[in-house]
Nanobody, 119 residues
């Protein structure tokens, strides 16, 4: 399974970015897609995830970020509005589900995309 993440960049505070994450290869079913920013020497923390049941957001991004999903394309999007300097990080996409009809588990990470927000 390959995850390709796009959409990072540099913006000023208050600006917007839209990240995308596409899964390809051995993907039978995706249960969860999520975004996890990471700063150097820090652990990855969930900011948003989406399942068939709904969405969940980290407290710091509620009302500013929106996660959505195109199931037919195995792609998740993260619309990031009202960006703040503290949102700066490398954003990693994660996919959880099954690789095949035998329900072999799938847990994959993308390569990360850099988001920089200047004040």
């Amino acid at each position: 399974v390959q995850l390709q993440a796009f959409g990072g960049g540099s913006v000023r505070a208050g600006g917007s970015l839209r990240l995308s994450c596409s899964a390809s290869g051995s993907v039978f079913r995706i249960n969860v897609m999520g975004w996890y920013p990471q700063l150097p020497e820090k652990s990855r923390e969930l900011v948003a995830l989406i399942t068939d049941a709904g969405t969940r957001y980290g407290d710091s991004v509620k009302g500013r970020f929106t996660i959505s999903r195109d199931k037919a394309k195995n792609t998740a999007y993260l619309q990031m509005n009202s960006l703040k300097p503290e949102d700066r990080a490398v954003y990693y996409c994660n996919v959880d589900g099954f690789k095949d009809s035998d329900y072999n588990s799938l847990d994959a990470w993308g390569h990360g995309t850099q988001v920089t927000v200047s004040s």
